[in-house]
Nanobody, 126 residues
Framework: QVQPVESGGGLVQAGGSLRLSCAAS????????MGWFRQAPGKEREFVAT????????YYADPVKGRFTISRDNVKNTVYLQMNSLKPEDTAVYYC???????????????????WGQGTQVTVSS
């Protein structure tokens, strides 16, 4: 079981960019589908993006399509979330999630993942 650890959060002005990283321990990282979720104050955790273990297929939530890019480096055991054109409504704690050898390529609900990081804060000022 991988243990994700997020980094790269911070404070940025609207229109700016940030890149989040999620490092995962273990020698079977390439068999994990990875996802990013976020949770804003007073709101439920929501899906952001996912990248499959097979072929690196990606899928995004509508609010971030065209602005965020998820990618992975199986040599470095790391998944990234490049966030461009950030908006104040992107402000949230961002969580990295992992699931080994899922049947589906696209996991978009938190219950489909069984490994979670502690989260990293992203704050976008207007």
């Amino acid at each position: 079981q991988v243990q994700p650890v997020e980094s790269g959060g911070g404070l940025v002005q609207a229109g700016g960019s940030l890149r989040l990283s999620c490092a995962a321990s273990g020698r079977t990282f390439s068999t994990y589908t990875m996802g990013w979720f976020r949770q804003a104050p007073g709101k439920e955790r929501e899906f952001v993006a996912t990248i499959s273990w097979r072929g690196g297929n990606t899928y995004y939530a509508d609010p971030v399509k065209g602005r965020f890019t998820i990618s992975r480096d199986n040599v470095k055991n790391t998944v990234y979330l490049q966030m461009n054109s950030l908006k104040p409504e992107d402000t949230a704690v961002y969580y990295c999630a992992a699931r080994r050898l899922p049947r589906s390529d696209f996991l978009t609900t938190s219950s489909e993942y069984d490994g979670w990081g502690q989260g990293t804060q992203v704050t976008v000022s207007s």
